[in-house]
C-alpha cells in the first residue's frame, strides 16, 4: 500500500467518524449517562496524553526524567489553585534546572 493510499483511507475514515457523528439521534445523546460520558472523555484524553508524553522515552521505552518532576510540581501548583501561567512557569523552570543538573 503506498503512502497515498494510505492518506485517502484515513481521511475517508475520519470523514465517515464525522458523518455518524451527525447521524446519532438527538434524544440518545440527551440522556444522563451520555451527558456525563462525554462531559468526562476530554479529561481522560488530555490525563491518557500527558501520561504517554511524561513517561515514554524514544521507542516508546518507560523512563523517568525532568518531565515527571515537572508534571509532579505542576501538579502540586494546580493544587495550591497557583495562576495556570505560574503553573507553566513552574513546570518548565523544574524540567530546565533538573536538565541543567544532568537528570535528563
Known sequence: ???WVALLAAAAIAFGLKL??????ADLLAEPHVKRVTAALPVALLAALVA???LT????TWTLDARLAAVG???VALILRAPFIVVVVLGAA???LLRLAGWA
Open 20 to 25: 455518524v457523528g451527525y447521524l446519532v439521534p
Open 57 to 60: 522515552g524514544p521507542g516508546g
Open 73 to 75: 510540581v505542576a501538579v
Open 1 to 3: 500500500m503506498s503512502m
Open 52 to 54: 504517554i508524553q511524561t
Open 94 to 96: 523544574t524540567a530546565a
